[in-house]
């Protein structure tokens, strides 16, 4: 019981974003650069402090909180449940993604483009239930002719270090553009999509029920999973293939920010355009065809005696391919997409309410959009932000996202330069940290950073 | 003006999260609930049917057989063995013969020996149509069928009342369909 409270605590409060909409363009930080490789930073140089720069990850799940089921209101658990498979939709997904920064560092190029690399662990994995098969397990299958389909049923679950270059370039006072290149070294990768196939029964001829898996396909992908050659998984394992020894890939980024007046800006960045190719220790695993059982008819021949089990499993195998593939495979990174669009205002005024920076406004409203796009699942989230610098020194930021885990996610990041030293913290789904339990899904970032701001 | 004016909302926003901060992280949960967590699931399972004719009655020599017996290899895992709580059989029998049957069905584990019979039997009177019997496991006899490797299935013909014998060309058939429901309760164990 301990260990299930501790599960659910790391997934609900400890958990980190993989749409970091509180970050994404917030104060120039250099871990913006990551979500916008065409953001505008003004540091001269800047790295952060190893392994603390950044540590990012994510837990949620879209069907139900853990408060929907194990809340002590006096409700019976079973009534809790019931009323959370009622309310589970056509399909729900579980994610979790974590990503630890090693080493970040950037600086400012003698023609002014600001070059940024680092190297970052990621951990992402994405389980998509369809209600049929959550409805398979909590009812059966009395309902004759109900097909309970797997077409909804997908799953991406990977661990890959990505080391990273990047060039943030100023064309014009307008326009900012950026690219990353990546280099992909993956541990693990399975994966299964694009499923079909449903399992239903009808009433016979020959028996009373006929039972059918109709038009299966179903397709696992495996890289760093299952081993052949007898290695062994230990830590110096993960770090030898986090370290360029795995499964390898490429992958870029690209963004811009537009100065489309002096106070509307508009950015855009889309991320981990890539892809792993897996050709070590690769096995698949491959279902294919369609089935009927109408049961064993019994022939009581004295003079030939069957083996009815050996014959219908003789039969199911000759009608649903079961194959085991070890060729090398692609695996496309889920694609991020951001989008923003805001308006600054409040410039600084002396006491005498003279300017005294034109260009450095004090407030920014603004709409951001986030898509991830992947062949698993994809969805979208769209935040309202206000950005408030209370000084150089000190800014903060306030979100209001509406996503698939919640229409009422509040989010709030802080940064603060003392010095070079750069602390930042970003959070959200903060109206539920009265009661952790009842959310779907949580976040924040945190980390710290030297920067060296130009002193022109 | 506006900078006064979100400087307010900054500073509400601020003591709204003191307040949400302070006001403690979780409610109340049970994590213990789980112990009194039920789910009742039902399967339905197609099994065996007959279709079986005078020659089926009959040995080499057109004699009658008073007992045609037949096993099926019971595939049978333990994964389910803590959910399972009852198991339901319906069969549905039609006989056009002139003859009473009586089908019993013995569960034998791995050394053939005879652990379970399925009671009641299911009778089959002469000339009867669709007739449905629901037989019952019974909760306390579900280990049974974990130990059980085969199903032996045994029709016991009743001789006629007027001595007559069933003839090679009699057009009679004895007709049996039958599916399963198995009952599970996952429940933490």
């Given at each position: 019981?301990?260990?299930?409270?501790?599960?659910?605590?790391?997934?609900?409060?400890?958990?980190?974003?993989?749409?970091?909409?509180?970050?994404?363009?917030?104060?120039?930080?250099?871990?913006?650069?990551?979500?916008?490789?065409?953001?505008?930073?003004?540091?001269?140089?800047?790295?952060?402090?190893?392994?603390?720069?950044?540590?990012?990850?994510?837990?949620?799940?879209?069907?139900?909180?853990?408060?929907?089921?194990?809340?002590?209101?006096?409700?019976?658990?079973?009534?809790?449940?019931?009323?959370?498979?009622?309310?589970?939709?056509?399909a729900?997904f579980?994610?979790?993604?974590?990503?630890?920064?090693?080493?970040?560092?950037?600086?400012?190029?003698?023609?002014?483009?600001?070059?940024?690399?680092?190297?970052?662990?990621?951990?992402?994995?994405l389980g998509k239930i369809p209600?049929?098969?959550?409805?398979?397990?909590?009812?059966?299958?009395?309902?004759?002719?109900?097909?309970?389909?797997?077409?909804k049923l997908a799953a991406?679950?990977?661990?890959?270090?990505?080391?990273?270059?990047?060039?943030?370039?100023?064309?014009?006072?307008?326009?900012?553009?950026?690219?990353?290149?990546?280099?992909?070294?993956?541990?693990?990768?399975?994966?299964?999509?694009?499923?079909?196939?449903?399992?239903?029964?009808?009433?016979?001829?020959?028996?009373?029920?006929?039972?059918?898996?109709?038009?299966?396909?179903?397709?696992?992908?495996?890289?760093?999973?299952?081993?052949?050659?007898?290695?062994?998984?230990?830590?110096?394992?993960?770090?030898?293939?986090?370290?360029?020894?795995?499964?390898?890939?490429?992958?870029?980024?690209?963004?811009?920010?537009?100065?489309?007046?002096?106070?509307?800006?508009?950015?855009?960045?889309?991320?981990?355009?890539?892809?792993?190719?897996?050709?070590?220790?690769?096995?698949?695993?491959?279902?294919?065809?369609?089935?009927?059982?109408?049961?064993?008819?019994?022939?009581?021949?004295?003079?030939?005696?069957?083996?009815?089990?050996?014959?219908?499993?003789?039969?199911?195998?000759?009608?649903?391919?079961?194959?085991?593939?070890?060729?090398?495979?692609?695996?496309?990174?889920?694609?991020?997409?951001?989008?923003?669009?805001?308006?600054?205002?409040?410039?600084?005024?002396?006491?005498?309410?003279?300017?005294?920076?034109?260009?450095?406004?004090?407030?920014?409203?603004?709409?951001?959009?986030?898509?991830?796009?992947?062949?698993v699942h994809?969805?979208?989230?769209?935040?309202?932000?206000?950005?408030?610098?209370?000084?150089?020194?000190?800014?903060?930021?306030?979100?209001?996202?509406?996503?698939?885990?919640?229409?009422?996610?509040?989010?709030?990041?802080?940064?603060?330069?003392?010095?070079?030293?750069?602390?930042?913290?970003?959070?959200?789904?903060?109206?539920?940290?009265?009661?952790?339990?009842?959310?779907?899904?949580?976040?924040?970032?945190?980390?710290?950073?030297?920067?060296?701001?130009?002193?022109? | 003006?506006?900078?006064?004016?979100?400087?307010?909302?900054?500073?509400?926003?601020?003591?709204?999260?003191?307040?949400?901060?302070?006001?403690?992280?979780?409610?109340?949960?049970?994590?213990?609930?789980?112990?009194?967590?039920?789910?009742?699931?039902?399967?339905?399972?197609?099994?065996?049917?007959?279709?079986?004719?005078?020659?089926?009655?009959?040995?080499?020599?057109?004699?009658?057989?008073?007992?045609?017996?037949?096993?099926?290899?019971?595939?049978?895992?333990?994964?389910?063995?803590?959910?399972?709580?009852?198991?339901?059989?319906?069969?549905?029998?039609?006989?056009?013969?002139?003859?009473?049957?009586?089908?019993?069905?013995?569960?034998?584990?791995?050394?053939?020996?005879?652990?379970?019979?399925?009671?009641?039997?299911?009778?089959?009177?002469?000339?009867?149509?669709?007739?449905?019997?629901?037989?019952?496991?019974?909760?306390?006899?579900?280990?049974?069928?974990?130990?059980?490797?085969?199903?032996?299935?045994?029709?016991?013909?009743?001789?006629?009342?007027?001595?007559?014998?069933?003839?090679?060309?009699?057009?009679?058939?004895?007709?049996?369909?039958?599916?399963?429901?198995?009952?599970?309760?996952?429940?933490?164990?």
């Amino acid at each position: 019981m301990r260990r299930l409270s501790w599960f659910i605590f790391l997934v609900y409060a400890i958990g980190f974003s993989q749409n970091k909409q509180v970050l994404y363009d917030f104060t120039g930080l250099p871990q913006t650069l990551l979500l916008n490789p065409g953001a505008e930073v003004d540091n001269k140089f800047h790295f952060g402090m190893p392994m603390f720069s950044q540590i990012s990850a994510q837990g949620g799940f879209t069907g139900f909180s853990a408060y929907d089921i194990f809340a002590d209101n006096g409700i019976d658990i079973n009534d809790k449940i019931k009323a959370a498979v009622n309310n589970y939709g056509t399909a729900e997904f579980i994610l979790f993604n974590q990503q630890l920064e090693v080493f970040n560092g950037g600086f400012r190029l003698p023609n002014k483009d600001y070059l940024s690399f680092g190297y970052y662990e990621e951990v992402d994995f994405l389980g998509k239930i369809p209600r049929d098969v959550v409805d398979l397990y909590y009812d059966g299958n009395t309902v004759i002719d109900r097909r309970y389909s797997i077409k909804k049923l997908a799953a991406r679950a990977e661990m890959l270090g990505v080391l990273h270059l990047g060039l943030s370039k100023k064309f014009n006072e307008k326009w900012n553009f950026g690219v990353r290149a990546k280099i992909y070294s993956s541990v693990f990768n399975a994966n299964t999509k694009s499923n079909s196939g449903s399992f239903y029964t009808e009433e016979g001829t020959q028996n009373i029920y006929r039972q059918h898996l109709d038009n299966v396909n179903l397709l696992m992908q495996t890289s760093g999973v299952f081993f052949r050659n007898g290695e062994e998984i230990d830590a110096s394992y993960v770090k030898s293939k986090l370290l360029f020894g795995g499964n390898l890939g490429l992958g870029i980024d690209l963004g811009f920010t537009h100065h489309y007046s002096k106070q509307w800006t508009i950015t855009g960045s889309i991320l981990d355009l890539g892809f792993v190719n897996n050709s070590k220790n690769t096995e698949s695993f491959l279902y294919k065809g369609d089935y009927e059982l109408e049961g064993a008819q019994l022939n009581f021949d004295r003079n030939n005696p069957q083996n009815y089990w050996s014959d219908l499993k003789e039969d199911f195998d000759n009608s649903i391919l079961s194959d085991t593939l070890y060729k090398s495979f692609i695996s496309f990174r889920p694609v991020k997409l951001n989008g923003s669009a805001s308006y600054s205002f409040g410039q600084k005024q002396d006491d005498c309410r003279y300017l005294i920076d034109d260009g450095f406004y004090l407030n920014k409203i603004g709409f951001h959009l986030f898509s991830t796009v992947g062949a698993v699942h994809s969805y979208m989230a769209a935040t309202f932000f206000y950005e408030r610098r209370f000084s150089k020194h000190f800014q903060t930021k306030l979100t209001y996202t509406v996503d698939p885990f919640s229409f009422a996610n509040i989010g709030l990041g802080l940064s603060a330069n003392i010095g070079v030293v750069n602390l930042y913290f970003a959070a959200d789904n903060l109206l539920s940290l009265n009661n952790i339990y009842n959310a779907k899904s949580a976040s924040f970032q945190l980390g710290i950073n030297f920067i060296f701001k130009d002193k022109n | 003006m506006a900078v006064s004016y979100f400087m307010k909302i900054t500073k509400l926003t601020a003591a709204a999260f003191l307040i949400l901060f302070f006001q403690g992280c979780t409610k109340d949960v049970d994590f213990n609930q789980l112990d009194d967590a039920n789910i009742h699931a039902t399967y339905i399972s197609t099994l065996i049917y007959l279709n079986l004719a005078a020659p089926d009655f009959l040995d080499d020599f057109n004699r009658e057989i008073a007992v045609t017996e037949d096993l099926v290899q019971a595939p049978i895992n333990n994964d389910s063995k803590p959910y399972l709580e009852k198991v339901e059989f319906t069969v549905i029998t039609e006989n056009t013969f002139s003859r009473n049957f009586r089908l019993s069905i013995t569960f034998y584990d791995a050394f053939g020996t005879p652990i379970y019979v399925l009671q009641p039997m299911i009778n089959v009177p002469e000339n009867s149509s669709e007739l449905t019997t629901i037989i019952e496991i019974p909760k306390q006899d579900i280990p049974y069928i974990y130990n059980t490797k085969f199903f032996g299935f045994a029709i016991f013909m009743s001789p006629s009342i007027d001595g007559s014998a069933i003839s090679i060309n009699d057009a009679s058939t004895f007709d049996l369909k039958s599916s399963a429901k198995l009952f599970f309760n996952f429940r933490k164990i």
